[in-house]
Structure formats: structure tokens, C-alpha cells
């Protein structure tokens, strides 16, 4: 009798803990997410302390705006793609084509669809245009940054690294403190 009460205090604690495990590998996925998801805010990721992005170039359009964020797709898309009792993955979207080549940075190819885009851009943003008299109207700086682009002799654009997600000792440490605090409470040791 006193065998089978046991047994069942040792299925109650094997099962509480199995539950408490995937409590904690959730909450691990969703402080994650968030740390990832303040690279946005912060301008740079944050492995032991924050490294801020390179700064955009592109004229007066993208002066003062925020780096990796136009429409808010690539921040939108960080997701917790899966969690089990195994452990979790967080990641991005399938569905957003660059989000590796501004995480890890690298080159593009310029093709002749790239530079007919630039020349686009370029007339958006007022480039080419004349006035009453004939002559050419100033050309703003984004104009002028297009323009140059379809010009350019260069035969690939260098992406630079913009991290955003990835290791971090900082959130190792943060999760680590975590899991270690409800370990702590679950197994009621006190720490003196």
C-alpha cells in the first residue's frame, strides 16, 4: 500500500515537472521573440551589449527613419514557430525573401531589371522633370541617390549586416535566470 502512495507522489512529480518544463520552453520562446523583436526598437541587436546597425543611405526620404522598417513585414514576421516539450524555434516568416541577407548581410547581383527600377525610382521621385521654361527642375536627394544607382558601373550592391536575430549572451543569461528561479520553486529550495 505504502509502495503504490509513492508511486503515485512520484507520477504527480514527474508529471508536474514534465508540465512545468513546457511552461518554461514557452516562456524561454516568448522572452526570445521579444529580444528579437526589440532590435527594431533599439536599432541593433544585442549579444553582450547593443550593436548598433550601419545607417542607412539613400537621401533625404530615409533621414531620421528607422532602419529595417518601412511597411513592418520583416519585424511582423518574427514568430515562435513551434514548441514542444523538446525545446522551441523562433524565427521569421517563410515568406520574407531578404530577411537573410539583412540579418547575416552579403551581395546582390545589379541585373538590368534592377537598374530599369532604379530609373523608375529616379522619375518617381521627381528626377527628369522640366519646368515651364524647358530647363531641368533641382533633383532631390533620393532621386539623385536612384539615379546614380542605374549608373553605376558597379556590378553588385554590398548589404550590410543589420542582426536582428540570432545567439546572445544577453538573453542566454536572461533565460537561464529564469528557468533556474522556477526550478527553484518548483523544487522549494531556498537560497540563502
Known sequence: MAENRHANEFDDLLNGYRALKLRMIQQAAAMALTHFKESFTNQGFTD?????????KGGAKNNGRAILINRGILKRGLRIKHTSIDGAIV????????????????????TVQMRRFFWAMYYKFGGGQKNAN???????????????LALSKKDHI????????GDSA???????????????????????
Open 170 to 192: 544577453m538573453l542566454e543569461r536572461n533565460i537561464k535566470k529564469y528557468v533556474t528561479d522556477e526550478l527553484n520553486k518548483f523544487f522549494k529550495v531556498d537560497e540563502r
Open 91 to 110: 524565427g521569421e516568416d517563410e515568406g520574407i525573401p531578404y530577411a537573410d541577407i539583412h540579418n547575416f548581410g552579403g551581395e546582390i547581383k545589379i
Open 134 to 148: 524647358g530647363k531641368a527642375k533641382p533633383v532631390n536627394d533620393t532621386a539623385l541617390f536612384y539615379r546614380n
Open 158 to 165: 554590398t548589404i550590410p549586416k543589420r542582426q536582428f536575430i
Open 48 to 56: 553582450e551589449t547593443l550593436q548598433k546597425w550601419q545607417a542607412r
